[in-house]
């Protein structure tokens, strides 16, 4: 077994994102029940992660199906947006930058259009690994089979070469399922000891 490349999730393992009760706020200031926005919005954040959609496109989607004007759609993306970014897991994007050159990095990532620029600016993921697959970006989300072959292809890796780190245990059974070594992710030294496990096992 060789071990050539180390590919991480960013939500709740790069990036720690608690909820911190956006819609919830909303709906009390715009007199909505419970639910309403996630109910509202369904379909726009589901285009959203698979890039159907622009961010202008939201934004008149928030607009319009809300009744709000455009400075309240930007203040609620804004809010959105702040939750989504969460806080840096400092420690995990430390490991991560040791990694290279004992192997390729990357990250695959079920996102929404417009996180490549907010998280390029908050976390440098970009001058972080070699590669990001973002799902807004490839049109395909995890647990699709095909993105996890996708990123194997732009690290330039076999699948069985690769180590993916996810909190999700649907999205790791997927992985495992195409041959990747998956990790499901609990805490930053349960993670790092599993990966570095592996390494030492293929004399990475």
């Known amino acids: 077994m060789v071990i050539r490349a180390v590919v991480f999730d ?3 393992v790069l990036e720690i994102a608690p909820d911190l009760g956006v819609d919830r706020r909303w709906e009390a200031r715009l007199g ?28 008149d989607t928030i607009s319009s199906r809300l009744g709000v004007g455009r400075g309240r759609a930007d203040a609620i993306m804004a809010d959105i947006w702040e939750q989504y970014l969460g806080t840096g897991n400092a420690d995990l994007i430390d490991y991560v930058r040791g990694l290279r050159p004992r192997c ?41 089979p095909e993105i996890y072959r996708l990123s194997c292809v732009r690290l330039g ?42 390494l030492a096992s293929a004399g990475a």
């Open 157 to 198: 890796v076999a699948p069985e070469e690769m180590i993916f780190l996810d909190d999700l245990e649907p999205n790791i059974d997927a992985a495992r399922a195409v041959g990747i070594h998956g990790i499901r992710y609990r805490d930053n030294a349960q993670a790092i000891t599993e990966i570095e496990g592996l």
């Open 104 to 144: 390729r990095t990357g990250i695959l990532s079920n996102s929404f259009v417009g996180a490549r620029e907010r998280e390029q600016a908050a976390y440098g993921f970009e001058d972080l690994v070699d590669d990001i697959v973002y799902s807004h970006e490839v049109g395909m989300s995890k647990p699709d």
């Open 32 to 59: 909505l029940s419970e639910g309403e926005i996630t109910r509202r919005l369904a379909d726009i954040w589901a285009a959203g992660a698979v890039g159907t959609v622009t961010e202008d496109d939201v934004r």
């Open 10 to 12: 960013i939500g709740d």
